[in-house]
């Protein structure tokens, strides 16, 4: 009497087995084996080898699955601990990688870039929030390293815009007209924290920094 390999039972069996899957589990493979088992002929039984290495698979995809099932707690606690260490973060001013500042009452953060060497021009392009040119701001003779930008509140016609959330780009040159390398921040009184997509935000006004993006903090 032939026997079927687990792939024949898999696919020609019924019961639990009749329904279609896109991966078995390990209660699939233990239900195939036994099938295959029973289905043997008692005169002309399965060779060993086969079984041995049929049972060698089902080890490995019980300790596969027990492997999936730690990382799976091991993600669960490692978030429950960066969800706790984020409520230290409210009431406390952090620097992060960004480009986004906050106008309020007509006052804006500083613009905080770091050159990569000195600059003999820096421009920094700032736009609304529908990403329309408001204001642009040329310095000139910056040394390398880091550096705050005043913005006034003021666009290019000198009319005070209103309060929001506004982004900037900054570029920036040397004496010989080559680009100098530029990184952007934020710097920004944290208060309160959210978090969306498996991911932790912290909270500064209208903006949302994610909590990985954090270079330095400091109190108040």
Do not use: H
Not at 4 to 15: C, R
Not at 71 to 80: D, E, N
Not at 114 to 137: G, R
């Amino acid at each position: 009497m032939p026997i079927s390999g687990l792939d024949t039972v898999a696919s020609g069996g019924s019961g639990s087995l009749g329904q279609s899957k896109e991966a078995l589990g390990k209660d699939d493979f233990l239900f195939m084996l036994i099938t295959q088992l029973k289905a043997q002929d008692p005169l002309n039984p399965m060779d060993s080898t086969e079984f041995t290495a049929q049972l060698a698979q089902f080890s490995s995809l019980e300790q596969l699955n027990n492997v999936n099932e730690s990382l799976g707690y091991l993600m669960l606690y490692q978030s429950s601990i960066n969800n706790s260490q984020a409520v230290s973060f409210i009431g406390k001013t952090v620097k992060a990688s960004g480009n986004s500042i906050q106008l309020t009452d007509g006052v804006s953060d500083n613009i905080n870039i770091d050159l990569a060497e000195d600059a003999c021009k820096v421009t920094v392009d700032i736009y609304d929030s529908d990403d329309n040119l408001v204001k642009t701001i040329e310095s000139e003779n910056l040394d390398a390293g880091g550096q705050n930008i005043n913005w006034d509140g003021t666009d290019n016609e000198g009319n005070q815009v209103t309060d929001g959330l506004y982004t900037f780009e900054a570029s920036a040159t040397d004496n010989n007209g080559n680009q100098v390398g530029v990184s952007t921040f934020l710097t920004a009184r944290i208060t309160g924290i959210t978090f969306k997509n498996g991911i932790t935000y912290l909270l500064a006004g209208e903006r949302e920094i994610p909590i990985g993006n954090i270079i330095e903090v400091s109190e108040g």
